[in-house]
């Protein structure tokens, strides 16, 4: 018995152990993830910065100097531009490591090499969206570049110094989680960083939406619910702006251009109402007589966060600002001489076309009137646990055949062919962002930003700028096809050539204005220009609320400072309220109205507009607003294949102020025809009904910062290493766009002068180690719409009490 009893003890034992170091799917090896020697606990870190130290790495050529201040932000001095970078890289790396490769696997399509076969087929549409071909072909280019070769080289060699220092015991947190080990970081992860930016921007599309809607309603309500231009806009270039060149002439519609397709295809779609902004002021509206430049990039909001910052010096440079981790330079900042801020164009740059094979080989496809061979890409993606996939990617000469359907035929002939959906993408073509990235940050006037912009072809973005000359001005950058009007709202005939890209928009064709006599210039994505502008950008864009309030406030701000700006960055007064609240209270019928109703409705009609945090009339305006929206086009736009793409939340403003009599506010799931009375009163009642079923009678519980849901997730979606629901003001279509975990990823504001200052924060912290105190130490000050001054020093020799310690990097 005791002989049984101890086989069975040393029996469990050799399985609990050989358990505790064994995957089961998503779930680490415990034995490894807890283990006191490698295990998570070696990430806990101490609240007080390290104290001075020297590093000897191979490859630095001179002497570096690190200057961590309070915040764990590194202010990085070297005595040459390779050791500069190589120090970034390093650096960034110390903090950053796992999120950097995760998110090189993403835009790579290398998840399921790690997480397993659930990622496979997220693989699958990023190697089928062609970022690994664009990411390619974009590192040729930068290579081309001998500043941007030597810059990316030393960045690499940074990152490399620093992986191959650590031990399973040093790896990040996330790493033994997920157990897998950090490998060497390469040059064209650089471009994946860019790629996915690209994504991230301009890689949703309406196309499949649209043609289908056109099927159903035909061209005459399609144009009419979709128009091209909006009824409210206050666009980025002020209207009236005049242009001063010879445009090219634009080419002609295809005759194909209506074509159609069923599509049965999740695709990535556009989200109305997530946003940035950015704005300059010139120094004839500022106290002390020179810009203040603004910006508050709005992107979906994680831990660690998208935005590193950083300090970079070096002979013949000195920049403030943050840069993307796994990229070199300063993304957005200043110098001593100029600032600048991005928010996105959202250009018509990703088309989709209709492509029709000869046969189930697909070795050829029609196009101008004859057969044209195919190319192919073998994608082998790795999977955990399983064998390697290998998906053959047709390619035509528009782009990769991303979707392929046997099941499908095409207007072109009557009998059964095969067909597939080829992708045509700015992001698959060469380019040399980081140039951009490397004039800026060296720059020193108006003439340096124009020629920085002539490099940046994706994702198209809004350049703001401002310098201590007194220049200010924004070009709403890119590398523009040059299209037909609304070439690309539809899926296009891959089999005319008409249909094709036609060249580009020139460079300096592109919408820009320097110095406009109003005294400041802004952005916050909605339409580029007024419709004088002789080229097609887009036909849609982020509706004009958040810009038309910018514009409002510093049309009368005079004497503007910093304090202006943030406070400016932080609004979350509606414009969309201001517009149509009235009407809607107009149109509700009181005499259908119970008692709670009632009450709600004076709620309602003695808000103030302002998406505060304890607001009860924003949450009840929101709730009736979007069920209004909903009831209007859910019944009409209830097809699947539709997916859900109503009209715009302009067109629907246009229907209520305008067109009441509109046969679109009839329910056509009811026998009876409503009215927009009868839809406003009915979508009143439901909300009423919906928020009292969720939160109780009016009170507190129905203040918008309690009902609305805002939180920071970690990239890996676990709840114990993200933020918790927190309350919060603003919405889609205020400036302070909180919404839906998206929102202000940074806060920039820059007074530019005789000595620039800075002031930014970040929803978060540095570190990217959850066990540590700068994982998260700034996200309080971020909540509160604060700002803190950016330490912006001159030498490394500069005294602050901010600096906490000093690490020194020589040569091994």
Known sequence: MKFTKAFLSIAF???????????????????????????FWQNAESKHILAAHNLKLTGVTGKVTVKYDENRIPHIFADNEHDLYYAQGYITATDRLWQMDIQTRQAAGRLAEVLGPNLLEMDRYHRRMGIVYGAEKTLKAMMQEPAIRQMVLAYTEGINAYIHQLGPREYPLEFKMLDYAPEDWKPINCA?????????LAGGSNEFAMSNILKQFGAKATNDLFPDYPMHEDPIIPIGTKWNFKPLTIPKPSAGFSAQMNDNVKR????E???????????????????????DPHLNLTFPSIWYQVQLSAPGINVYGVSLPGSPCVILGFNNNISWGITNVDADVLDWYQVKFKDDKKNEYWYNNKWNKTSRRVEAINIRGQKTLYDTVIYTHHGPVVYEDKSKTTDHSPDFVPVGDALRWIAHDESDELMTMYILNKGKNYADYRKALTYFNAPASNFVFASKDNDIAITPNGKYPLKYKDQGKFILDGTD??????????????????????????????SSTDQTYPYYINWSFAPYERGKRINDRLTVMQKATVDSMRILQTDTYSIRAQDIMATMLKYVDASKLDKNQLAVLQIAKGW???F??????????????IKLYGLIWGDDFA????QSNYPSMDRTEQLLLKEPNSKWFDDIRTPAKETCADMVTKAFTSAVTDLVKEHGQPGESWQWGKVKKMEITHLTQQEALSSGNFESGGTGSTINALVNGHGPSWRMVVQMGPTVKGYGILPGGESGNPGSFFYSDMLKIWQQGQLKELLFLQSPTEASGRIKTVVTIGSK
């Open 612 to 625: 505060a945090a304890n607001s009860t009339g924003a949450t009840v305006f929101n709730a009736w607003w």
């Open 639 to 642: 097809n699947k294949n539709l």
């Open 273 to 295: 109402g997530i946003g940035s902004n950015n704005w300059a002021v010139s120094g004839s509206k500022t106290a002390n007589g020179y810009p203040i430049l603004a910006n």
């Open 497 to 526: 050539p008409a249909d094709d890209w036609h060249g580009w928009i020139p460079f300096d064709q592109n919408p820009t204005v320097k110095n406009p006599p109003r005294g400041f210039v802004s952005s916050a994505n909605q």
């Open 192 to 200: 994946f960083l860019l790629k996915l930016m690209s994504e991230t």
């Open 268 to 271: 990535v779609v556009k989200e």
């Open 608 to 610: 103030n507009k302002d």
């Open 13 to 39: 034992t050799l399985a609990l152990i050989w358990a505790l170091q064994t995957k089961f799917g998503p779930v680490p090896p415990l034995g490894k993830f807890l283990s006191p020697a490698d295990g």
